[in-house]
């Protein structure tokens, strides 16, 4: 008989891969994080077409490494049950239970098919996190952050995932942004029994100056 973990991961793959009502490349602007959740927060920067400009401060994180050929989303199943035991069943050295973050976080770099995948250390916990007893497990650091960043809705599937991100190089390429090269981030704020208003983002980072060209206001309809 399965366990909540694996009844959960299931569900969680289900929806995944079937989808719900909600169109997964809607754009929509939920707000990024639920009341209660601690979120990490950002300066906006500048609003371009189909993206934004964002200035994230530096932060502290709880990671793990999938090095196997996955793609993202068996990559992000993998890594969120790793995660999830290091928060809430005691996987540290002080057997901590840590409230969670937002968003989910993965780093994946393009040349090898490799993911991170990072779980925000609570402002609590910030100075002094409870050590990972999972080798797998680690603590890490992030400096600033200069992203562009585009948010849509529904679930994160693979093809979701590729589309969303060509999406947005397309939108730097015409635009003429620069960005670093090899890596993307994919950031998830819902639990995968929130069914609707869900917020998904993929990130590049900013090479040189942040800035986005104006978007052309619309003009005013004559009465």
Not at 23 to 42: I, L
Not at 80 to 109: C, Q
Not at 144 to 150: Q, V
Not at 187 to 209: D, H, K, M, Q, T
Request: glycine share 6%; with cysteine.
């Amino acid at each position: 008989m399965l366990g909540a973990p694996s009844i959960t991961l299931a569900l969680f793959l289900a929806l995944a891969l079937l989808g719900n009502p909600v169109d997964s490349t809607e754009s929509v602007d939920p707000p990024p994080c639920k009341a209660g959740r601690e979120c990490f927060n950002y300066t906006l920067v500048c609003r371009g077409s189909g993206y934004e400009g964002r200035r994230y401060p530096p932060s502290s994180w709880v990671g793990t490494r999938v090095q196997d050929g996955s793609k993202y989303v068996a990559a992000a199943f993998k890594s969120f049950w790793r995660l999830f035991r290091y928060i809430h069943l005691g996987k540290n050295d002080r057997k901590a239970t840590i409230p969670m973050t937002s968003p989910v976080l993965a780093r994946v770099e393009e040349a090898d098919g490799a993911f991170e995948v990072y779980f925000m250390v609570p402002e609590a916990f910030r100075d002094d996190p409870p050590k990972p007893t999972e080798e797998t497990v680690f603590l890490t650091t992030f400096p600033e952050l200069e992203t562009y960043a585009r948010f849509f809705g529904g679930w994160m599937t693979d093809d979701v995932h590729e589309s969303q991100l060509l999406a947005l190089d397309e939108a730097l390429r015409r635009d003429q942004r620069a960005t670093k090269p090899g890596v993307h981030y994919v950031a998830g704020y819902n639990s995968p029994f929130e069914l609707f208003n869900r917020r998904n983002e993929v990130w590049r980072l900013a090479e040189g100056e942040l800035a986005c060209p104006s978007v052309p206001q619309e003009a005013p309809q004559e009465e």
